[in-house]
């Protein structure tokens, strides 16, 4: 067994684990607690909900474009010094935006700085984490992204609270200097793959595909595939993780209740993760995910056919289990196809199309309210999409395994 085969199943892998789970909670909770700010930063300045909104918007799209290059970022400078400056930098673009004067500054600044921060994080602790393990790696991935998941029961009540006792501006400044004070000390924890360290990374030959170059990999057929599956899969659930409080509302349910459903999907999306890393290391993560995406298609429909709120419950802990669990699937599959000196821009690409894909949902969705006054279609719609989800993932083929070549025999 070599040397960084033995460093891979050092305890300090699950450290790595706890990392980034706290730092993907961290900063994905601090991007979208702009919806907690909503009204109170339109109800202080007069700027326009819409306007103010905009800027998660803004932020998507800085996601999608940064995150391939936090993650090329990440293979050549390790992970440690890419999470260091995106933290930083997320700290500070949040204290930047509680002080913005006007709505095209605070656009910019929350839309395009945090949006773009949040990215740095994402792609380069993926990629490191699917470096550190051998074993456990769909599980190892999925507790990341659980951690990030809990993001919406931990910083958005943070926010709430905070706006209760003080404006939005100095809540956000708050919540800036708390993002700094924990991220960037967690980051100095974050260490490169033992496989990419010193000797380790001449003489490995990182397992899959050691001879293919970066342009090689984006040009394959396999990354376009993940490519193309990730962003369809977002665009399934992207519209009705936005819009169903607002459909459920529509069918009568009061609104305390019915922001109350889009919490039982995250709970269940925890277990999710959990469930589906465990099944994917059981089963193996294209098994585990082509299942996935045909029961997400399905669990996306059945919210047509739902009225009353304890049916928008029981499909919200399908739905949610379901979508998150199929996430983090995608990390694995890379690392298994992909050499790792380059998981930071594979994994990078896949987060882009995916957050691409979760820009469709909340236009379609009010494209298609305003066209027919009713959210049916959504999730018809939905369904087909995660229909060509299923059907894209089916034609994924692992590259060839290459060949130990016959060892000459004496003359």
């Not at 202080?44 to 905009?54: A, E, L």
């Not at 998660?56 to 999470?83: E, H, K, N, Q």
């Not at 429909?301 to 983090?328: C, K, Q, S, W």
């Given at each position: 067994?070599?040397?960084?085969?033995?460093?891979?199943?050092?305890?300090?892998?699950?450290?790595?684990?706890?990392?980034?789970?706290?730092?993907?909670?961290?900063?994905?909770?601090?991007?979208?607690?702009?919806?907690?700010?909503?009204?109170?930063?339109?109800?202080?300045?007069?700027?326009?909900?819409?306007?103010?909104?905009?800027?998660?918007?803004?932020?998507?799209?800085a996601m999608a474009l940064a995150s391939m290059?936090?993650?090329?970022?990440?293979?050549?400078?390790?992970?440690?010094?890419?999470?260091?400056?995106?933290?930083?930098?997320?700290?500070?673009?949040?204290?930047?935006?509680?002080?913005?004067?006007?709505?095209?500054?605070?656009?910019?600044?929350?839309?395009?700085?945090?949006?773009?921060?949040?990215?740095?994080?994402?792609?380069?602790?993926?990629?490191?984490?699917?470096?550190?393990?051998?074993?456990?790696?769909?599980?190892?991935?999925?507790?990341?992204?659980?951690?990030?998941?809990?993001?919406?029961?931990?910083?958005?009540?943070?926010?709430?609270?905070?706006?209760?006792?003080?404006?939005?501006?100095?809540?956000?400044?708050?919540?800036?200097?708390?993002?700094?004070?924990?991220?960037?000390?967690?980051?100095?924890?974050?260490?490169?793959?033992?496989?990419?360290?010193?000797?380790?990374?001449?003489?490995?030959?990182?397992?899959?595909?050691?001879?293919?170059?970066?342009?090689?990999?984006?040009?394959?057929?396999?990354?376009?595939?993940?490519?193309?599956?990730?962003?369809?899969?977002?665009?399934?659930?992207?519209?009705?993780?936005?819009?169903?409080?607002?459909?459920?509302?529509?069918?009568?349910?009061?609104?305390?209740?019915?922001?109350?459903?889009?919490?039982?999907?995250?709970?269940?999306?925890?277990g999710g993760r959990v469930v589906f890393g465990?099944?994917?290391?059981?089963?193996?993560?294209?098994?585990?995910?082509?299942?996935?995406?045909?029961?997400?298609?399905?669990?996306?429909?059945?919210?047509?056919?739902?009225?009353?709120?304890?049916?928008?419950?029981?499909?919200?802990?399908?739905?949610?289990?379901?979508?998150?669990?199929?996430?983090?699937?995608?990390?694995?599959?890379?690392?298994?196809?992909?050499?790792?000196?380059?998981?930071?821009?594979?994994?990078?690409?896949?987060?882009?199309?995916?957050?691409?894909?979760?820009?469709?949902?909340?236009?379609?969705?009010?494209?298609?309210?305003?066209?027919?006054?009713?959210?049916?279609?959504?999730?018809?719609?939905?369904?087909?999409?995660?229909?060509?989800?299923?059907?894209?993932?089916?034609?994924?083929?692992?590259?060839?395994?290459?060949?130990?070549?016959?060892?000459?025999?004496?003359?």
């Amino acid at each position: 067994m070599s040397n960084a085969q033995i460093q891979t199943q050092s305890p300090y892998r699950w450290v790595i684990v706890a990392a980034g789970g706290l730092l993907g909670c961290i900063a994905i909770g601090a991007m979208f607690s702009l919806p907690v700010f909503l009204r109170p930063i339109s109800q202080d300045t007069g700027w326009s909900v819409t306007g103010v909104s905009s800027a998660m918007t803004i932020g998507f799209i800085a996601m999608a474009l940064a995150s391939m290059i936090w993650g090329t970022l990440s293979d050549r400078w390790g992970p440690r010094v890419v999470v260091l400056i995106g933290s930083a930098v997320l700290a500070a673009a949040l204290a930047l935006a509680s002080q913005a004067t006007s709505l095209i500054g605070f656009q910019l600044v929350f839309g395009l700085a945090v949006g773009g921060a949040t990215a740095a994080i994402f792609a380069p602790m993926m990629a490191c984490v699917t470096g550190w393990f051998d074993t456990q790696r769909s599980l190892a991935v999925s507790l990341v992204s659980a951690g990030m998941g809990m993001a919406p029961m931990t910083m958005s009540p943070f926010a709430a609270w905070l706006v209760t006792i003080y404006d939005w501006r100095t809540s956000l400044l708050i919540i800036a200097a708390f993002t700094g004070a924990v991220m960037i000390p967690v980051a100095l924890l974050v260490r490169r793959p033992p496989a990419l360290e010193g000797q380790n990374a001449l003489a490995s030959s990182d397992g899959e595909q050691p001879d293919m170059s970066v342009g090689q990999a984006i040009r394959s057929p396999q990354f376009i595939i993940l490519f193309l599956t990730n962003f369809f899969c977002c665009a399934t659930h992207s519209g009705p993780i936005f819009h169903t409080v607002s459909y459920a509302i529509s069918c009568g349910i009061p609104m305390i209740a019915a922001v109350s459903i889009y919490s039982v999907e995250g709970l269940a999306g925890m277990g999710g993760r959990v469930v589906f890393g465990l099944f994917g290391d059981r089963f193996g993560a294209k098994r585990v995910l082509v299942s996935g995406l045909l029961l997400q298609a399905f669990g996306a429909l059945a919210y047509f056919f739902v009225r009353d709120l304890g049916a928008f419950y029981a499909v919200a802990a399908v739905f949610g289990f379901i979508y998150a669990g199929v996430m983090p699937l995608y990390a694995v599959i890379a690392r298994e196809n992909f050499p790792l000196r380059m998981m930071g821009t594979v994994i990078g690409g896949t987060a882009m199309a995916g957050s691409l894909g979760m820009a469709t949902g909340p236009l379609a969705g009010g494209l298609i309210y305003d066209t027919f006054a009713s959210y049916g279609w959504l999730y018809i719609g939905a369904w087909g999409i995660g229909i060509g989800a299923f059907l894209i993932a089916l034609t994924f083929r692992p590259f060839p395994k290459a060949k130990a070549e016959p060892a000459l025999q004496p003359a």
